[in-house]
């Protein structure tokens, strides 16, 4: 039997039980339509994720003191052997190739008073490279200049909400604020950047990195990041920065971690999330593949004549099957494209509701869950086809 | 066997059994038969007495427990199912009692069923069932499905599928029974009109005036063959 023709044999059959054959195929489509769903719901949100996460920019490398090791224990009443990051630590890793900025970066929380208000914020001790590396931009005025090690002059850039507390409209360029016992002068205001996993990135201040150890008393680096040229190959920049600084430290005395390896963790971490969502929603397409498997074998026990007559006219078994067979994926299908149609449906319906929601439907989940429907469908119908081909015919021809 | 190879079928100690629950049934015990070609033969004999089984037998829908069946010269009581099947679709035509008719099909779907399921192309297929529905007087029936026609077109339906690929042996089994007397009267000469064109007619029936037009006549009786009549060649009526 030529294979356009036991298709359309078995679309008869599927159209001549219009009402049983649509709810059937409702049962998948519910079942794919909520696999799609939730697995772009799922997507949605590991993008949404990443974006945070890779809003600085992709090719940034970390690089903080100390590495976890196992050892002895150390010996007490020695403080640690690791050295500590320095500022020429920073300095010397921005002559590496592919390598277009470097910035030392030392944090803490204190009070900024200016205008004659006080506000306690976020304080960053960077140079003249964090901008870049953060692709941080300028509102007004201008970033920390860049200027030679040891000779960084007390200014400071504030982020935009930090500017409209302390200075409201009024122009803050020029101004000197007190930031602990140190005294700044305004050089900049940043734009604002807006939030990161719920903290404000505007309510910060930027001061040179050695300006920031004098404050917090500290002597070294609490991290360098890094930024090379995109395309440049992050593992390849990554031991050029261990190698420069082992050669400073002796040994590999720090923790070097890539924006990239970072990231891949985390898209695993939110892989596994979307698929169990989608596991969840596989479970409606089981019920959907019962159904299928139900439909069929009452449609072989009601068309058990019919089955009889075509051997009679010198149907083989497997043409049989096929048949049987090919009703059940058909019907399957369908049911797949329905619920595809479903799925995506309501993910735009919800980004239109709620724009923030993050939805996002790949292509390749809209064929994988078309496979899928399809492999159900020939796994549903196995067994009643097989029922099917093995009957007797003259018990089925005498079959009422 | 010198007539064998004269011989369209040749049945040599068949026997069938059926297990019913703990006992045994002898649908057939050691049936002999000889039939040529263009033979027109009705079996007959009461309920349970094998005809059908015999029928079945001789339309490989069930296979022996003993003996041989040769058709057309060849052994195929030792063919595989593909192949019997094969020969089912191209050496013979079954008629029914209840048409069975694909019920969702059109009159022209069902009379290309069979040539569908040998795998035809659609243009050759077309022109043959059209000339097949004009030979049955079927054309301005052929888009109807079967229970928009009467019981004497699903018939004939049935027939002109059983024959469009021409096979050697067409087998009936009662193919009046569901029918009134006027429209059985038709089928019947239908039958017969098919068996002087030299296809072998075997009718299986319980009505003794159908029986009687056959030219040869079999009784069975518990499995057996009773009596084996050829009658001199009948006239049309």
Redesign the interface.
Known sequence: ??L??STR?AV??I??HRMRSFLTLLGIAVGIAAVILLTSIGEGVHRFVLEEFSQFGTNVIGISPGKVKTGGQAPTGIPTTARLLTMEDAESLKQLPHVTGSTPTVWGNSEVEGNGRLRRTMIYGVDADFAQVFSSKVQIGSYLPRGKAGGSRAFVVLGSKLCNELFGTANPLGARVRIGGLHFRVIGVMEPKGQFLGVDLDDTAFIPAERALELYNREGLMEIHVIYAEGASSATVAAAIKNQLKLRHGKEDFTVVTQEDMLKTLSNILNILTMAVGALGGISLLVGAVGIVTIMTISVTERT??I????????????ILGLFLGESVILAALGGILGLLLGIGIAQLLRLIVPTFPVHTPWSFAIGALAMSAMIGLLAGVLPARNASHLD??EA?RAE | MPEAAESLIVLNGIDRTFTLGDSKVHALRNVNLNIAPGEYIAVMGPSGSGKSTLL?LI?L??RADAGTYQLEGRDVTTLD??EQ??????R?G?I?QSF?L????TAAANIE??L????M??AERAKRVSQALKEYGLTDRAQHRSNELSGGQRQRVAIA?ATILRPAVLLADEPTGNLDRVTGEEVVRLLEALNTQGMTLIVVTHDQALGARARRQIRMDDGSIVSDVTSKPSQPT
Request: charged letters at 20%; aromatic letters at 6%; a positive charge.
């Open positions: 039997m030529l356009t023709d044999f008869q059959a159209i001549s004549n019919e009889g007559l075509l051997v009679a006219l010198g149907a083989r078994r497997r043409t015919p003259i021809l | 079945n339309g829908l069930d199912p593909d099947a094969k020969v089912r679709s191209e013979i079954f029914f069975h694909v019920p969702r099909l069923l069979p569908t399921l040998s795998g192309p659609a599928r």
